[in-house]
T-cell receptor
């Protein structure tokens, strides 16, 4: 069984300040972890993924995440927020047993103010 | 290359009516998935096709939901009869042939279903 907990339903930042979106996971297998983003009226887009290679993963648009097994965390960060980053972000886990069914967190809405 | 498309983008129906959602995956993608997000809840897996075969339908909520993928191309998800709790956003995703621990799933924009 696997699950994901996104610790904040909403995060508000000012443009140019750092972004931190928190995610904790639980998995019976060695997990693959992902962050997806959904902008209004768009499909979910893959930001980055961790699949048991480097623990610090770099994604698109300046985002990165660090896999910390001891803390069962996979927090998403960005040094400087841009207005275009305002969207909903989903932390996702998939086991590596051969199945690629995704288990989603509830999502974190990122609000960016000028 | 066209992405995953879904039709309609919105659907409003009365309780007891039937609705059919359609998903066109990226051309050549054998894997097709349906997910649903009920308001205030997380996105949840419904089922997975490999070509025209149902690989996993463990997430289908009940027998009012019927998914098909004739010919292994587009897929339909029919809800008959619709109930109030079926309201939500239905996402479709597709990925290339299985192989390796992970194949990226590409998502469509979703169909927002409202049952009144």
């Amino acid at each position: 069984a696997q699950s994901v907990t996104q610790l904040d339903s909403h995060v508000s930042v000012s443009e140019g300040t750092p972004v931190l979106l928190r995610c904790n996971y639980s998995s019976s297998y060695s997990p693959s972890l992902f962050w997806y983003v959904q902008h209004p009226n768009k499909g979910l887009q893959l930001l980055l993924k961790y699949t048991s290679a480097a623990t610090l993963v770099k994604g698109i648009n300046g985002f990165e995440a660090e896999f910390k097994k001891s803390e069962t965390s996979f927090h998403l960060t960005k040094p400087s927020a841009h207005m275009s980053d305002a969207a909903e972000y989903f932390c996702v886990v998939s086991d590596s047993s051969g199945y690629s069914t995704l288990t989603f967190g509830k999502g974190t809405m990122l609000l960016v103010s000028p | 290359e066209a992405g995953v498309t879904q039709f309609p983008s919105h659907s409003v129906i009365e309780k007891g009516q039937t609705v059919t959602l359609r998903c066109d995956p990226i051309s050549g993608h054998d894997n097709l998935y349906w997910y649903r997000r009920v308001m205030g809840k997380e996105i949840k897996f419904l089922l997975h096709f490999v070509k025209e075969s149902k690989q996993d339908e463990s997430g289908m909520p009940n027998n009012r939901f019927l998914a098909e993928r004739t010919g292994g191309t587009y897929s339909t998800l029919k809800v008959q009869p619709a109930e109030l709790e079926d309201s939500g956003v239905y996402f479709c995703a597709s990925s290339q042939s299985a192989g390796g621990p992970w194949n990226e799933q590409f998502f469509g924009p979703g169909t927002r279903l409202t049952v009144l």
